[in-house]
């Protein structure tokens, strides 16, 4: 398969998995400016030293802080203080804001958007596993991301009768068992990633929304019961988290781009 790039008109066909990091992760410009079209996607770890934690801590909202808190485990604590702090600091970037500035909302099925923004509007997504965050960015496209990480407790054995289609599920069934776990972690980023663009999250059944997952499969959404021209247009990928982790992003379109930036937590 051909390897990740931000050369070509038409990215959906040459963004598919997984190739080197250093080929598509790096490190970003001084000054990051997202024209129409296309899609930053960064990479953070998210387990910052206590002084990138403090000063992250101190820009969250109230309801940051509070939803925060009320995480029992303290990496678990940290890693949402760094990941939202994070987010708050690349989203200044591209709002030319205070990170403690930014306001939030949420849709009907809890997609986040920005609170009465400051132009260029930006869409954006998030998704983290364990100690990876990744953060999707787009001035006019929708975007979803879902990452995922080895779990050795994790029975996907039942996990996919649940969220496959009675044609996916068959496909899977045939699968060597060698290649099922990361067929299963394959189909179910893709799905997640795009139910997240969409927008309705849980409220859109997974059984409903048809991908690729065999391996080697280019990644693309073939089927949507009930609208199967709705996401026609959509364009997947999946991202190169590493050995052990799964990504996708979803765009609701065609971005000419794709940029890959690696986020680094105690930078400045």
């Not at 490190?27 to 002084?51: C, E, F, N, T, Y």
């Not at 029992?72 to 030319?96: C, W």
């Not at 990744?134 to 929708?142: H, K, N, P, R, T």
């Not at 979803?144 to 289609?165: A, H, I, Q």
Request: aromatic share 10%; proline share 9%; net charge positive.
């Amino acid at each position: 398969m051909s390897p990740l790039s931000s050369n070509h008109s038409d990215v959906k066909h040459v963004l598919p998995q997984p190739v080197p990091a250093p080929s598509f992760w790096r490190v970003p410009p001084a000054k990051i400016q997202l024209p129409s079209r296309h899609v930053h996607v960064w990479r953070g770890i998210v387990d910052p030293s206590l002084p990138r934690l403090q000063v992250y801590q101190e820009v969250l909202s109230p309801d940051e802080q509070a939803r925060a808190q009320r995480l029992i485990r303290p990496e678990h604590r940290r890693r949402f203080i760094a990941a939202r702090g994070l987010l708050r600091d690349l989203l200044s970037r591209y709002l030319h804001a205070r990170p403690q500035d930014i306001q939030f909302g949420s849709g009907p099925h809890g997609k986040p958007f920005l609170q009465h923004p400051t132009r260029p509007f930006v869409h954006f997504n998030v998704a983290h596993a364990r100690h990876l965050a990744v953060y999707a960015f787009s001035q006019d496209l929708e975007v979803g991301l879902d990452l995922e990480g080895n779990r050795g407790s994790l029975d996907y054995t039942k996990l996919v009768e649940r969220m496959c289609s009675p044609e996916e599920l068959q496909t899977f069934l045939h699968l060597p068992a060698a290649q099922q776990k990361s067929a299963f972690f394959t189909c179910w980023t893709r799905k997640e990633a795009v139910v997240k663009a969409h927008g309705k999250g849980l409220t859109f059944p997974l059984k409903h929304l048809r991908v690729s997952f065999l391996p080697g499969q280019f990644p693309e959404i073939l089927d949507v019961q009930g609208q199967s021209s709705a996401l026609t247009h959509w364009s997947l990928f999946d991202l190169p988290m590493g050995s052990g982790f799964w990504g996708a992003l979803a765009v609701a379109g065609r971005p000419s781009h794709v940029h890959g930036w690696e986020a680094t937590l105690d930078a400045g």
